[in-house]
């Protein structure tokens, strides 16, 4: 009989295993997700341990040096686990995703030639065409369905983990401030239209999703078309776009995250002062307090118009936690005005921060200014701002003491039958709780703090809430 060539067609692939290692902000945590999702229907299930994958991808980040340079010693390792694969007559196939691979391009496979597959972050979605591409040549054959469509149209199709998810609603950077990549690895300032963003949204809360995250570069410069209907019309801003989503039944909570003091728009405001499915906590970085420093680092305005924002904000909504982010040591950051940044801090009250020594990147401008600052005056006041920062955030979390608050259980604790959650202002709760909790809100009196977290008891409904 003659033999007939036999050709894959649809049906399930062989299982393989990916391994997605994620560094960088909570966008790269983002899209690590929905590089797994995507890769679920092509046959790749997510894997704990490099060693065991077919395929590892390193989702990277660019905005320092020492996270970039990370990159290359984890490749030196997977260098030596691909060859003992090989060894062992199993593949091994490597895609540098995220920032460094928009940043360096070709210039990661010229220094590491381990890496197989460079893949930027506005084209992960064809991470599918880009290995079916790889497998071929190999002379395998893998089979993918997927027909050309717009990367957010791609990530809708999305699968939930647990009662929290992120959802990106705008991505890229036009400000450019001068010590940021940014703005180069994620390219401009682009917005997700409203029925893309509430039909995710609307997925998650299907699955169980009770808190969501809204995801941006500089997430409050998010703007859009009200959705066909709205009595109103008219483009909206993020204060609508939040006071939007929370008409979605079982979302009961609602952040968002970076935003930038030049959008806080009174919109926004206004919602976080009256929409109670916003969570009480703003991260509003403003980087450095001294006002000739501010304006070397373009970021568009003064210490003191931060300042006035922040009580703006708190006029609104009095409870809220404010969390930012510091750089010291900026080129020609002279001790005085080092002290204004310390200054800025005192008149703000931090509940939590970042802080770090400035980095130079290349091809940003702050990297070419004169009076670059030594590092160990970057080390020293590096150290004095963040035990200032460590302070009032330990006051902060030994002022919940006594209170009772609404608590979102994620996951088991470290002690049997215990439930680690989330307070309203990001603080981790733990507190002795069954399993039937996951998932749910349910206050709890705050007992005690650790230095990581908070300790909690459910209170029951008739006890004295106060
Ligand atoms: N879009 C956000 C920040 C994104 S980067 C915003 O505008 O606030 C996250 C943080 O990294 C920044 O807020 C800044 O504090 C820090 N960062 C960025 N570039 C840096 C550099 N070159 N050196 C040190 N820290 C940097
Ligand atoms: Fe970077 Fe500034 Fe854009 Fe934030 S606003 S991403 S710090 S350039
Ligand atoms: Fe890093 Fe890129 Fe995020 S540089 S901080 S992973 S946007």
């Given at each position: 009989m003659m033999a007939t060539r036999q050709t894959k067609t649809a049906g399930p692939a062989p299982e393989k295993g990916v391994f997605i290692r994620t560094y960088g902000c909570q966008m790269n945590v983002y899209d690590s997700e929905r590089m797994a999702d995507l890769l679920k229907p092509i046959g790749y299930r997510s894997v704990d341990a490099p060693e065991d994958a077919d395929l590892v991808i390193l989702n990277t980040c660019h905005i320092r040096e020492k996270?970039?340079?990370?990159?290359?010693?984890?490749?030196?390792?997977?260098?030596?686990?691909?060859?003992?694969?090989?060894?062992?007559?199993?593949?091994?196939?490597?895609?540098?995703?995220?920032?460094?691979?928009q940043a360096e391009g070709?210039?990661?496979s010229a220094r590491a030639p381990v890496v197989d597959l460079v893949v930027g972050p506005q084209a992960y979605h064809r991470l599918p065409e880009l290995l079916a591409r790889q497998a071929r040549e190999r002379g395998e054959i893998l089979d993918t369905d997927f027909a050309?469509?717009?990367?957010?149209?791609?990530?809708?199709?999305?699968?939930?983990?647990?009662?929290?998810?992120?959802?990106?609603?705008?991505?890229?950077c036009d400000k450019f401030c001068t010590f940021c990549v940014v703005p180069y690895t994620r390219g401009a300032?682009?917005?997700?239209?409203?029925?893309?963003?509430?039909?995710?949204?609307?997925?998650?809360?299907?699955?169980?999703?009770?808190?969501?995250?809204?995801?941006?570069?500089?997430?409050?410069?998010?703007?859009?078309?009200?959705?066909?209907?709205?009595?109103?019309?008219?483009?909206?801003?993020?204060?609508?776009?939040?006071?939007?989503?929370?008409?979605?039944?079982?979302?009961?909570?609602?952040?968002?995250?970076?935003?930038?003091?030049?959008?806080?728009?009174?919109g926004l405001i206004a919602a976080l002062g009256e929409e109670e499915k916003l969570m009480p906590y703003l991260h509003l970085p403003v980087q450095a307090g001294s006002?000739?420093?501010?304006?070397?680092?373009?970021?568009?305005?003064?210490?003191e118009h931060y300042v006035k924002l922040i009580d703006r904000i708190r006029a609104a909504r009095p409870d809220i936690a404010i969390s930012g982010d510091f750089i010291v040591g900026f080129p020609g950051e002279t001790t005085e005005d080092f002290n204004e940044t310390l200054a800025v801090v005192e008149a703000v009250g931090y509940a939590s921060a970042f802080s770090f020594k400035?980095?130079?990147?290349?091809?940003?401008?702050?990297?070419?200014?004169?009076?670059?600052?030594?590092?160990?005056?970057?080390?020293?006041?590096?150290?004095?701002?963040?035990?200032?920062?460590?302070?009032q955030r330990s006051d902060f979390n030994a002022a919940q003491i006594?209170?009772?608050?609404?608590?979102?259980?994620?996951?088991?604790?470290?002690?049997?039958?215990?439930?680690?959650?989330?307070?309203?202002?990001?603080?981790?709760?733990?507190?002795?709780?069954?399993?039937?909790m996951l998932g749910k809100i349910a206050p709890a009196k705050i007992r005690d703090v650790t230095p990581n977290a908070l300790a909690g008891a459910l209170i029951s409904k008739d006890e004295d809430a106060a």
């Open positions: 996270a970039a340079e990370k990159v290359y010693s984890e490749l030196g390792r997977l260098k030596r686990m691909k060859s003992q694969r090989e060894n062992d007559g199993e593949g091994m196939t490597i895609a540098v995703a995220g920032c460094v691979a070709a210039e990661i050309v469509e717009e990367k957010f149209d791609r990530l809708a199709r999305r699968s939930a983990d647990g009662p929290t998810a992120f959802v990106t609603i705008q991505e890229g300032e682009v917005s997700r239209p409203v029925s893309a963003i509430a039909g995710e949204a609307r997925a998650l809360a299907a699955q169980g999703v009770r808190e969501i995250t809204l995801l941006g570069q500089n997430v409050n410069a998010w703007a859009g078309d009200a959705p066909a209907g709205d009595p109103q019309g008219g483009r909206w801003g993020l204060g609508e776009l939040c006071r939007f989503l929370a008409k979605i039944d079982g979302i009961d909570r609602i952040r968002f995250t970076t935003s930038h003091p030049r959008d806080m728009d009174d006002d000739k420093i501010l304006k070397a680092m373009n970021r568009g305005h003064t210490a400035y980095s130079r990147r290349p091809g940003t401008p702050g990297a070419v200014m004169p009076k670059q600052v030594a590092e160990n005056e970057k080390e020293a006041r590096l150290a004095e701002l963040q035990a200032l920062l460590e302070r006594g209170k009772v608050l609404p608590v979102l259980f994620e996951k088991a604790g470290r002690h049997e039958g215990q439930l680690i959650g989330r307070s309203p202002y990001l603080q981790s709760v733990h507190a002795t709780a069954p399993k039937s």
